[in-house]
């Protein structure tokens, strides 16, 4: 398999502080910014200076050892400085409600912070390391995702994908754009056509910014044009990523997700998910579970700020939906291609 190298790290831990993309500038400007804090960190994800699981996931353990450098300072007890950090962390977890990436990274750093037996100083060395490796077990992932993925691109694929799963939804490779970069590393000859993503334009400004960056071909069409385009023959297949998947392979992805699964099964068309194993919270039965995120009525009243509506109109703004997993082909992880049935498939590779 050839590799593909992204030319985006969306974060990374530098000395004392996270430095990550500013992801709300995109794409009229591509600029990093040092986040120095815990709470800050807090907000960043809440207004999604940092977006996509995995990103969120990383940022997260960062925010962990923000707090632990600010609590470091306090002149505590080794018991109450674990007991204030314990809190501050999960703190963190809340400040997005769907992705299950975060959650997940936060207890990781939990449970380093909890099997611990180093002073102070100690613990907030061991919680620096282990976000790096978080960091770069993240890239290893996607690179894995990727080449399974690639596997089953067809060749001269014209791929769809929603939202943005990529390199900026990542640390630096991308999920559903893993599998794009993998399958074009091998075949130039396969293109991209990427839904806008409306309320927040992710697809828009954010797919087509970093793929055309790496010179991938992507054509740009609005949501409401991919079952024009599947009609016509045009789209091959369409891979998304994931917020949370359920045991039974129900998957939570960005709003307008479920309408191009929808479409995709009428016009016998594969739509693939990719996520790592981290992104599956085997603890919920199916997406009926999921928590999903209410957002600022803003994000659909207004774009660059100006208003584009009837000022009073009334607006609800659910940040995801959750596709059934009658409608998923396939969920591409680093550990292979899992298949229906979900329960099964899901439960024996994390047997292994």
């Known amino acids: 398999m050839t590799e593909f190298h992204s030319k985006i790290k969306t974060i990374q831990w530098i000395d004392n502080y996270s430095k990550m993309v500013d992801q709300t500038l995109l794409p009229y400007e591509f600029k990093y910014i040092n986040i120095t804090h815990g709470k800050q960190m807090f907000d960043a994800i809440k207004n999604m200076i940092v977006r996509g699981a995995p990103a969120i996931g990383v940022a997260g353990a960062h925010g962990v050892v923000l707090y632990a450098l600010e609590l470091e300072k306090e002149n505590l007890s080794r018991d109450e400085f674990v007991k204030k950090l314990i809190d501050k962390a999960d703190y963190m977890a809340t400040s997005r409600p769907t992705a299950v990436n975060l959650m997940w ?4 750093q939990k449970e380093v912070i909890k099997n611990s037996e180093s002073d102070i100083k100690g613990i907030v060395e061991e919680l620096k390391q282990n976000a790096i490796k978080l960091e770069d077990e993240d890239i290893a992932i996607n690179k894995k995702i990727g080449d399974y993925g690639a596997e089953i691109v067809p060749k ?22 893993g599998v794009v970069r993998s399958a074009f590393a091998n075949d130039p000859t396969v293109q991209v056509f990427a839904d806008e993503t409306r309320p927040r334009q992710q697809g828009a400004r954010i797919t087509t910014f970093e793929l055309t960056m790496d010179g991938i071909p992507t054509t740009l069409i609005t949501d409401g044009m991919c079952s024009y385009f599947m009609k016509k023959g045009i789209i091959d297949m369409v891979v998304v990523g994931a917020d949370r998947i359920a045991a039974n392979g129900d998957t939570a992805n960005k709003i307008g997700t479920y ?20 992104t599956i919270d085997k603890s919920i039965k199916t997406g009926d579970e999921i928590v999903i995120e209410e957002r600022s009525h803003d994000e659909v009243t207004h774009i660059n700020g100006k ?46």
Request: with cysteine; charged share 15%; net charge negative.
């Open 105 to 108: 990274a936060v207890e990781k």
């Open 156 to 177: 001269g694929a014209v791929i769809l994908t929603h939202c943005n799963a990529g390199a900026l939804a990542t640390v630096g490779y991308g999920t559903a754009l």
């Open 259 to 278: 309408t191009v699964a929808i479409s995709a099964k009428y016009h016998n068309i594969p739509f693939y998910v990719a996520a790592p194993l981290s």
């Open 307 to 352: 208003l584009i509506c009837a000022p009073d109109v009334n607006v609800i703004n659910p940040g995801f939906d959750v596709t059934p997993h009658e409608l998923i082909t396939g969920i591409i992880t680093e550990k292979g291609i899992l298949r229906p049935d979900y329960n099964k498939s899901i439960a024996e590779v994390f047997a292994k």
